[in-house]
């Protein structure tokens, strides 16, 4: 059976105070440790909030700042934290992926708009741009990103809390839909859906719990044209009707969260994008079993205080690996105005082209976010 490695938690960690606050510099991921670099952690390898600045050239900037111990939101000293490195693992592109990138992959090509951004053309299926080389390999890269492995259909129910900076939790059950409609690469669909009608996907978030905000409901739709605006509608129980959203709040957040519109549906051509540099750099891998177990985090379950990191991934919960990361540090193109980020750094895995985590900055470069999507092998 081909392995699908599959998203769990969506993690944001929104403004908090801090001592000494994080401000962005290019040049602490450039010190990361280099793909080809002969330097490694040995399997096995413990990583903990005391022995951490030994591996420091291993850890994405953005944990960097929670184990540095100045933010309320940090790593902590108990065992539950611990950092433990496993062996680096190879997934195979999930469904028809590798198959429709062997067909199609080529025949994407980049044209420049008149503001600067860059438009994706003559894309079907697939990886459009398998293993891109200059010029633009930013873009490329970031358009790779855009169109990962969606599954027609992807349905879960998110249980479990919003959790604010003096550890105080919330219940916040979500049913999330997410619905992929063209250039599918799903083994016995078309290519496009037949009722698509040039939507790339679409994904729709209903509040089940509080009771107070029970029914909520936002849906959004992102079109193949990454320059057409995402429509996005909102029901409010308390009205008895639906609202069209402002398409222009794309800082606005989601049902009252860290993670806003633009989390959900960036679109490549709004993002000045550099390339910082080909990196290897840990992240965490969750156990097939445990890494869709509530249990397995700290603080996400009822009976349970939320810690000093809410959400973190316990130790045996899964494993660290070593992954080679390209790093795009994506400015908000100065012609459509303001932007919530000054900098939003993402970090492309070369393996899958998944976003895997991003690290964002306020318009003065303090840290400002860690977006970190938790990911463990399932079967297809």
């Known amino acids: 059976m081909m392995k699908l490695v599959v998203a769990l938690i969506c993690l944001t960690l929104g403004s908090i105070e801090a001592r000494a606050q994080v401000v962005y510099d290019e040049n602490d991921y450039k010190e990361l440790a280099d793909a080809d670099s002969p330097d490694t952690i040995a399997v096995g390898t413990k990583i903990t909030a005391q022995n951490w600045r030994q591996y420091k050239k291993f850890i994405p900037v953005g944990l960097q700042a929670t184990f540095g111990g100045q933010y309320q939101i940090h790593v ?16 195979p592109l ?3 992926m590798a198959k429709n990138t062997e067909k199609y992959g080529g025949q994407a090509n980049l044209e420049q708009l008149p503001n600067g951004g860059w438009l994706m053309t003559g894309y079907v299926a697939g990886v459009p741009f398998p293993n891109p080389p200059e010029p633009n390999r930013a873009v490329k890269l970031l358009y790779n990103a ?7 259909i992807l349905h879960n129910l ?3 809390f919003l959790v604010d900076r003096f550890g105080n939790k919330t219940t916040n059950n979500v049913d999330a839909a997410f619905f992929g409609l063209s250039h599918l690469s799903e083994p016995g669909l078309p290519l496009n859906m037949p009722y698509a009608n040039d939507v790339l996907y679409a994904t729709r978030f209903l509040v089940s719990a509080p009771e107070q905000s029970k029914y909520t409901t936002q849906i959004s739709q992102i079109f193949n044209d990454p320059r057409r605006v995402p429509e996005n509608y909102v029901f409010l129980p308390s009205l008895r009707r639906s609202l069209r959203l402002s398409s222009a709040a794309r800082c606005s957040p989601i049902l009252g969260t860290d993670y806003i519109q633009d989390d959900n549906s960036w679109q490549p051509p709004n993002y000045d994008v550099k390339y910082i540099g080909f990196k290897k750099v840990l992240m965490w891998i969750g156990d097939p079993v445990k890494g869709f177990q509530q249990s397995s985090y700290v603080g996400v379950r009822a009976n ?3 810690g000093v990191f809410a959400g973190w991934p ?11 990361m390209h790093i ?11 932007f ?8 492309v895995d070369d393996n899958t082209y998944i976003k895997m985590m991003a690290d964002s900055y306020d318009n003065t470069d303090k840290f400002y976010k860690l977006f970190w999507v938790k990911w463990a092998p399932s079967e297809l």
Do not use: M
């Not at 919530?340 to 970090?347: A, R």
């Open 304 to 306: 349970e205080p939320a």
């Open 340 to 347: 919530c980020y000054g900098h939003n750094i993402f970090y």
């Open 146 to 152: 855009w169109v990962p492995f969606r599954p027609h």
């Open 314 to 324: 316990k130790h045996g919960a899964g494993l660290w690996e070593l992954r080679k």
């Open 94 to 96: 999930p469904g028809d």
């Open 158 to 160: 998110n249980v479990g």
């Open 328 to 338: 795009l540090d994506l400015t908000w193109n100065k012609s459509l105005g303001s």
């Open 76 to 91: 902590g000293s108990t065992l539950e934290y611990i950092v433990e490195v496993g062996a680096t693992r190879d997934f």
